[in-house]
């Protein structure tokens, strides 16, 4: 945790150096600040080191080290933000009396006074990052039951029956026994505690697995390792009476014992496992030293890494799933009852409950088993566990497995740790909004903007983070309960009224994130008491389920926050206690008023997101507009505020020069004297509502083309009109800039013939039209269309027939996406070779045989060759 303080320090200087509202003053001067955002960066770079040096380094050591170093970064925040927040303050109050328009102001910083402060600071981080160092390149000794990290664990599951595994291990058997020589590589990933190693070791001893070869190895390495140690168990195992290992000393050992396996596995028909592989790097160092023969030999790799998993051929690579609802209940009644053959119903039916809320992860259902299994087996219990996902059953299930669980979240890269422990701050099973997640943590200072989607794909690649049918990821609870047991551990956030837990013994005062998941009246109470003068919370999230009763939010003793994600309390009257939160970078509410002109005293704010309550329907044509002092706010970056309109710029110097996503707005936002103010703009979201008789075209994408960096548009008919004639669309197509990767279409009823003012643009990769984007019976791929176009989805479409003009079309199209095209009868046969991914939801049976008969075809042409087409097809029928 300590890379994500450093974020946090690292983006509260950055501002001081960069913000257009901030001069540091003469007699303080701005190298004292320099040098200090200098170590900031140079410590974030040594804990990088801890990416390279995880296999080796001592754990406990390491994590004590980093402690020390968050409560140095927290202690220091403590003492340089109240003391720019008074300076800030003060400037601010003496501005209100002379003018209007505070944040046109420049606020002048004087860091003379704790100069001391950042001296002792820098001086400080200086001997802990030499100690960090120091630990990665000579780790410590560890205890002995220490050594080795729990990071898997077999439970148990009978020879006879693998609930959940068993057509599984009948595939990978059939895939291990084809007939192909050369030697064969198979991956086994999903996350801790799924069975991955219960399924290698089910394989490793079957007696017909055991018949087809002379040599047997079965290896588990896990996150910390030793090559030399690995080699050494490979040769005993190969040969138990080998004694050259005792011979060799010095540098000559690694390469003697890499030379001794390759030669001890040479002329042999082995099965290698390799079970627990966190590395790549390690992956390709010991494939190297498994010959390949032609003799049929394979090698089957557990891993929690995708990364590791994939890189073997796309057939041979094998996800394991998590238990349906009927294996988990067989699972747990096998491991409570035995073989015992009846219940109670009564009993059973809590029971499947319980096996439901354990959510397939066989290593959950096996831990509460055993502790059900100690209890008394009343059907009053039972109940009480079953109803209750937050049972101390299940917490104590979590805490049994920390020891599996925890590797996966210590051996993260340092840079995901902070994105990981913040997704526990939403409700349990909360499917994840990307984009919300991505802009608060972007203004805590964890996420890096040029590669914010990335941290989710390389958390999913690591398996902390489940991905379901519908692309949603969310935590397992196993993982949303170590995160909450982290993050009150290191005081990274606490969860209010939550279940009764009880108050911090040194108070919430003293917390940096406060969050709401429920109770939201008496968790705003307990803030309300609890704090009784300024606090160190920089931040309040209230992440659960809707509250639609207005509730005081009590903030005059959270001066320092940055952060206000209060998007799920609805707002009669717009809190103006807000507003003296000068340090806020972060604002979400839901408030259906006009925004006071005030709302630009927040100078700091970087992303604004202004909801509306649904149920207020807003007439069409009776706009909202955003203040005009919107203008003022240079340093916004995303604005989200639906059913308002940007304002005409006042002047001839408005400019929002940082403002990278606007959403929510309407067509009058799109007229020339705004866009042409906001030229940095890369994502636009454009909603429309139609009035029931408008027939006057809208001008949306009239001066689209002045937005020079666009690379996300998405414009949507909020009520289109869905007649079975095409009638000329209300937005005409214009020109959009070359700049555009992704496009997204709703309600607009263009012709397919309009398609081809889109299919030019070269640097288009996805494109997805919903419900009468474009309308008619026939869709024509014209060739060399669509050049770059990565994926395609189509939802809600009166499409019959869709061919491509030659074989050129959709060169490099990887996904293809359709949804709910009833009347759909063809689709094209031809796509090109970098096809992966076609699904079919709800669409006419004459659609889906096409889509079979195409991947029947595929598999045909591309059988042996690496290639491999996927097939979803849904439906209700």
């Not at 109240?82 to 303050?89: D, I, T």
């Not at 189509?794 to 030659?806: A, K, P, S, Y």
Request: aromatic share 10%; hydrophobic share 40%; charged share 25%.
């Amino acid at each position: 945790m300590a890379y994500g303080a450093a974020g946090s320090l690292e983006l509260t200087i950055e501002r001081l150096l960069k913000s257009s509202y901030i001069s540091i003053v003469q007699n303080s001067s701005p190298q004292i600040i320099k040098l200090l955002y200098k170590e900031i960066l140079s410590l974030k770079e040594a804990l990088r080191v801890f990416d390279k040096k995880r296999s080796t380094i001592n754990m406990k050591m390491v994590k004590s080290l980093e402690a020390e170093m968050v409560e140095a970064i927290y202690k220091f925040e403590d003492v340089i933000d109240p003391h720019l927040s008074n300076q800030f303050h003060s400037q601010s109050e003496e501005e209100e009396e002379t003018a209007d328009h505070p944040p046109s102001m420049v606020y002048s910083v004087d860091v003379q006074e704790i100069q001391q402060d950042v001296d002792s600071f820098i001086q400080t981080m200086n001997i802990m990052k030499r100690a960090y160092i120091h630990e990665l390149c000579n780790p410590s000794p560890e205890e002995e039951e220490d050594g080795v990290v729990p990071s898997r664990i077999d439970f148990g599951i009978n020879e006879s029956n693998m609930v959940g595994l068993s057509d599984l291990f009948v595939t990978i058997k059939d895939r291990l026994d084809s007939e192909q020589s050369e030697r064969m590589i198979v991956s086994l990933d999903g996350m801790a505690g799924i069975g991955k190693t219960t399924l290698a070791k089910k394989l490793f001893q079957d007696p017909f697995i055991v018949s087809c070869y002379s040599r047997l190895v079965f290896v588990t390495i896990g996150p910390k390792y030793r090559l030399a140690d690995i080699l050494v168990d490979i040769l005993t195992q190969v040969n138990p009476d080998i004694d050259e290992i005792m011979l060799m000393k010095g540098e000559k050992v690694l390469a003697g014992l890499k030379r001794m396996v390759y030669e001890s596995l040479k002329h042999l028909r082995f099965l290698i496992v390799l079970d627990d592989v966190w590395e790549i790097d390690l992956y390709f160092v010991l494939l190297e030293l498994f010959p390949d023969e032609k003799k049929g030999s394979r090698v089957l790799v557990t891993t929690r890494m995708k990364e590791v998993a994939d890189s073997v051929k796309p057939l041979n690579i094998f996800e394991i799933p998590f238990l349906n609802k009927k294996e988990s209940w067989d699972l747990l009644r096998e491991k409570v009852f035995g073989e015992q053959e009846s219940l109670p119903y009564e009993l059973e039916k809590a029971g499947k409950k319980i096996a439901e809320n354990c959510e397939g992860l066989p290593l959950t259902i096996v831990t509460v088993a055993n502790i059900l299994s100690k209890a008394d087996k009343t059907l009053e219990y039972w109940n009480k566990v079953a109803d209750e996902k937050q049972n101390s059953v299940y917490k104590d299930a979590y805490d049994q497995m920390s020891k599996v669980l925890y590797p996966s979240y210590d051996y993260l890269d340092q840079h995901l740790k902070a994105c990981f422990l913040y997704i526990g701050a939403f409700p349990q099973n909360y499917s994840l909004n990307l984009p919300q997640l991505t802009n608060l943590l972007s203004a805590e200072g964890f996420l890096n903007s040029e590669s914010i989607y990335g941290y989710f794909d390389d958390l999913y690649a690591t398996n902390v983070i489940v991905r379901n049918e519908t692309f949603d990821f969310h935590l397992h609870s196993s993982f949303w309960y170590l995160c909450n047991k982290e993050a009150a551990r290191t005081k990274f956030f606490y969860a209010l009224n939550c279940h009764g837990d009880t108050l911090p013994e040194e108070g919430i005062e003293s917390q940096r994130r406060l969050c709401i998941r429920n109770n939201v009246l008496l968790a705003i109470k307990d803030v309300h008491n609890s704090i009784a003068s300024d606090s160190k919370v920089r931040s309040f999230l209230c992440t659960g389920y809707f509250h639609k009763y207005p509730v005081p939010l009590f903030l005059e003793h959270l001066r320092l926050l940055r952060v206000l994600e209060a998007r799920s309390i609805r707002f009669y009257e717009f809190p103006m206690e807000v507003l003296k939160l000068v340090q806020l970078r972060y604002l979400a509410l839901l408030y259906n008023g006009n925004l006071p002109s005030s709302i630009s005293k927040l100078w700091n704010l970087q992303y604004l997101i202004v909801f509306q309550h649904p149920r207020i329907v807003k007439s069409v044509g009776n706009l909202l507009y955003l203040p005009i002092e919107i203008w003022n706010m240079n340093e916004l970056k995303y604005l989200q505020t639906y059913g308002r309109e940007l304002p005409h710029p006042c002047c001839e110097g408005s400019l929002i020069p940082n403002l990278l996503n606007l959403s929510g707005v309407g067509p009058q936002s799109c007229a020339k004297s705004v866009l042409e103010k906001i030229p940095n703009l890369k994502e636009l979201r454009i909603n429309i509502e139609l009035a029931p008789d408008a027939t006057e075209p809208l001008t949306c994408f009239d001066h689209i083309s002045l937005l020079h960096q666009l690379q996300e548009l998405g414009c949507y008919i909020m009520n289109p009109t869905l007649k079975t004639d095409v009638v000329t669309p209300l937005v005409p197509l214009s020109d959009f800039p070359s700049s555009l990767t992704e496009l997204h279409l709703r309600g607009l009823g263009y012709p397919w013939e309009e398609m081809r003012k889109i299919s030019s643009l070269p640097n288009l990769t996805h494109l997805l039209l919903e419900c009468y984007a474009f309308r008619g019976p026939k869709w024509e791929v014209r060739d060399n269309e669509f050049q770059r176009l990565e994926s395609l989805e189509i939802e809600d479409i009166d499409l019959e027939q869709w061919t491509f003009q030659n074989c050129h079309c959709l060169p490099v199209i990887v996904s293809l996406h359709i949804a709910h095209c009833y009347k759909l009868k063809e689709i094209p046969l031809t796509f090109g070779k970098s096809l992966v991914h076609i699904t079919l939801v709800e669409c006419n049976p004459m659609a889906v045989k096409c889509a079979i008969k195409l991947k029947k075809e595929w598999d045909d042409k591309y059988a042996g060759r690496e290639r491999f087409l996927r097939l979803d097809v849904r439906s209700s029928l």
